[in-house]
């Protein structure tokens, strides 16, 4: 009797070596897979979804363009062209003056910013 038992056991664990084992970590690769998989088309999707609102954009924006100049194209071309002319004789001493302050104002900003958090993030890390 113990033999058959012992016969049947050792059958069993012949099976057993014979069968194929998956990695501990096989569930954890598998899934992590899929989740990858699933950014990419999400990514992919995103991509489709940002070409066709800017082609619509475009679209529209030229369409519009378009339209405006089949009715008021001689009005447009003369208000373009006073305009045009009044810019040459414009003095652009102030604005220019405005635009440098603003970058100079800009470029602290960012420094200051950066410094900023610069520093909280030595005191996160302390």
Known sequence: MNELKDKALRKALKREEN?????????????????????LREKQAERR????????????AGSGVFVLFCLFGDRLRQAF????????????GPMLFLAALVLILLGLDYMMRRTYYSRQNKRKSS
Do not use: K
Request: a positive charge; charged letters at 20%; hydrophobic letters at 45%.
């Open 49 to 60: 979804q940002l070409a066709a609102i800017t082609t619509a954009a475009v679209l529209l």
């Open 19 to 39: 069968m194929p084992h998956l990695s501990p970590n096989f569930c954890f690769r598998t899934l992590q897979r899929i989740d990858e998989l699933a950014r």
């Open 81 to 92: 062209r006073q305009l045009w002319e009044t810019g040459r004789n414009a003095d652009y």
